[in-house]
Nanobody
Framework: RLVESGGGSVQAGGSLRLSCTAS?????????????MGWFRQAPGKEREGVAV???????AYADSVKGRFTASLDNAQNTLYLQMDRLKPEDTAMYYC????????????????????????WGQGTQVTVSS
């Protein structure tokens, strides 16, 4: 399972770092990433949207709204995915979810859409991020 942490309330312009630790599953095998990992978010009254994805095949994708402000990264030893969020805006307020899907995604244009479509996707329980103006 996936366990997120690090959410909270901050003022606009502030920073947060979210963590997603995989428990009972290893996202690496012999030092090689075998799961594609992603961050998604859902604001009240809106659909879930992709924020950042790190593909097991080596690709990555960021939503246009977070490019230059958010950075996703992985820690092999900790079996953990991070999301560093800087220069936060009120519109970043949402529940943030971690997702893991075994294997790589062959098409970069599918990096955000494949996670919700695949029944095999593992989802965390979410962590709330609230940004005040």
């Amino acid at each position: 399972r996936l366990v997120e942490s690090g959410g909270g309330s901050v003022q606009a312009g502030g920073s947060l770092r979210l963590s997603c630790t995989a428990s009972g599953m290893s996202i690496y095998a012999s030092g090689v990433l075998i799961y594609s990992m992603g961050w998604f978010r859902q604001a009240p009254g809106k659909e879930r949207e992709g924020v950042a994805v790190l593909d097991a095949d080596g690709g990555s994708a960021y939503a246009d709204s977070v490019k230059g402000r958010f950075t996703a990264s992985l820690d092999n030893a900790q079996n953990t995915l991070y999301l560093q969020m800087d220069r936060l805006k009120p519109e970043d307020t949402a529940m943030y979810y971690c997702a893991a899907l075994r294997g790589g995604v062959s098409r970069p244009d599918l990096l955000f859409t494949i996670f919700p479509q695949e029944a095999a996707t593992n989802w965390g329980q979410g962590t709330q991020v609230t940004v005040s103006s």
